[in-house]
């Protein structure tokens, strides 16, 4: 049997409304470990902060929702989201695969779900990481968290016409698959 290492926390990332700072998704370890530090916020500094989901079921206006709630005990909306980071020492190489459910020959599927990022609607926002999420998430906690400060993730949208639209349907969810080696 392979050694396996699972860290769990928090997803997060850049906060919804904000320029500047990262880009991508991370994952936030439960029990943080501090160096030096100074403690309140800076005007001259970066921002991170854990991201909620933007997913929603029928039960409101509009719907975005390609994902099961089996694991979340009800909606996805406005809920925190965890993470985890795996690490097998049989196998060196992690790939995620968008558009996609099945990993490749040889290689073993770890997970598959959905693309989400951050929402693009508004012209004033910014870029965020694609990640992988499990089709069937879980939530940090059972509370919900609306407001400004926290970032956002919503499933992704395929738009072709620089891809086939033979084979990328406009409007329709991305898969994903992520998969080691």
Request: hydrophobic share 30%; glycine share 8%.
């Amino acid at each position: 049997m392979a050694d396996v290492v699972t860290v769990k926390g928090y997803g997060a990332g850049p906060r919804y409304n904000k320029g500047g700072s990262g880009s991508n998704f991370l994952c936030l370890p439960e029990d943080p470990q501090w160096k030096t530090f100074l403690d309140g916020y800076s005007s001259v500094a970066g921002e991170i902060s854990g991201f909620s989901y933007e997913i929603f079921n029928s039960a409101v206006s509009y719907q975005n929702s390609p994902f099961s709630e089996s694991n979340s005990d009800g909606p996805l909306a406005f809920r925190p989201a965890p993470c985890a980071v795996c690490y097998v020492a049989s196998r060196s190489t992690v790939l995620m695969i968008p558009a996609r459910i099945q990993c490749p020959d040889d290689w073993t599927m770890e997970y598959a779900g959905y693309l989400v990022s951050d929402f693009t609607q508004n012209s004033d926002k910014k870029r965020s990481s694609y990640i992988c999420l499990d089709e069937a998430p879980e939530v940090a906690d059972n509370k919900t968290v609306q407001g400004k400060w926290h970032g956002v993730i919503y499933p992704v949208e395929v738009t072709c016409g620089t891809v086939p639209c033979s084979s990328y349907i406009n409007g329709r969810e991305l898969a994903c698959v992520v998969c080691s080696k």
